[in-house]
C-alpha cells in the first residue's frame, strides 16, 4: 500500500497544453518534495514546500500545498516536450528524516 | 560541482554472492540515504544516515546493510543477494531534505 498516492499515472498531452498532477495522502506531511527524473538517471529535486496552504513557483511549474498538508498539486502552464519525465512526490512524515515516495506520473509532451 | 556518485552503475550477479554498491557525495552534507526504484512502487527508502557512525533503518532495510564511516561515503552492502532485489538502486544525500541523487545503480541477482 502506498502511503502517498500520485495521480494520474500516465499522462500524454500535446505542446501547449496545461496539466495538473496531484499528491494525496491520509497523513499529514512534516513536508513535501517534489522531482523530476528522466530515464537513466537519478531524481532532481524541484521544490520543498513546508506550510499548509503554500504555493511556489518556478517559471511554469506551480507547487501548491494542502492547508492540512495531506495532498499537494503540481500544476505546468503550457507544456513543453521538455518537461517530458517522471514527476514524484515525496512526503516527511513525523519521524525526522523518513521519506516516502508516491509511484510517480510519467508525463509526455508531444511537439 | 555538487555530485552524489554510486558505483557501478550495472551490475548482475548470481543469489548469495556479497556485493558493495558504493556511494560518495562532495557536498559535506551529513544526511544520505539509500532508495530501491520498482515498477509501480516508486522509491522506497533502504537506510538512512543522520551522521558518521548514526544510520537508521528505512521502510525496506532487510537483507542490506550499511556503514558510515566517513562522512561522504556510505556504501550499501547486500550480504546474500536474492532475485527480489534485482532493482535501480538510488544513494541520495542532503543538508535538510533529500536534495541530491546519484545516478543510479542498476542491480540484477540471477
Known amino acids: 500500500t502506498q502511503l502517498l498516492e500520485q495521480s494520474p499515472q500516465f499522462l500524454s498531452i500535446q505542446e501547449g497544453e496545461n496539466l495538473t498532477v496531484y499528491c494525496n495522502s491520509s497523513?499529514?506531511?512534516?513536508?513535501l518534495q517534489w522531482y523530476r527524473q528522466e530515464p537513466g538517471e537519478g531524481p532532481v529535486l524541484l521544490v520543498t514546500?513546508?506550510?499548509?496552504?503554500e504555493v511556489k513557483k518556478l517559471k511554469r511549474l506551480t507547487f501548491q500545498f494542502g492547508d492540512a498538508r495531506k495532498d499537494s498539486s503540481l500544476h505546468i502552464t503550457a507544456a513543453q516536450p521538455g518537461d517530458t519525465g517522471l514527476y514524484l512526490c515525496?512526503?516527511?512524515?513525523?519521524?525526522?528524516?523518513?521519506?516516502?515516495f508516491g509511484s510517480g506520473t510519467k508525463l509526455n509532451v508531444k511537439p | 560541482e555538487a555530485q552524489v556518485t554510486q558505483n557501478p552503475r550495472y551490475l548482475i550477479t548470481v543469489t548469495g554472492k556479497k556485493l558493495t554498491v558504493t556511494c560518495s557525495q562532495n557536498m559535506n552534507h551529513e544526511y544520505m540515504s539509500w532508495y530501491r526504484q520498482d515498477p509501480g512502487l516508486g522509491l522506497r527508502q533502504i537506510y538512512y544516515s543522520m551522521n558518521v557512525e548514526v544510520t537508521d533503518k528505512g521502510d525496506v532495510p532487510e537483507g542490506y546493510k550499511v556503514s558510515r564511516k566517513e562522512k561522504r561515503n556510505f556504501p550499501l552492502i547486500l550480504e546474500s543477494p536474492s532475485p527480489n532485489q534485482t532493482s535501480l538502486y538510488f544513494c541520495a544525500s542532503s543538508s535538510g531534505t533529500v536534495g541530491y541523487f546519484g545516478a543510479g545503480t542498476r542491480l540484477s541477482v540471477l
Open positions: 514546500v513546508v506550510t499548509g496552504g
Open positions: 497523513s499529514v506531511f512534516s513536508s
Open positions: 515525496a512526503g516527511e512524515y513525523g519521524n525526522f528524516n523518513k521519506f516516502y
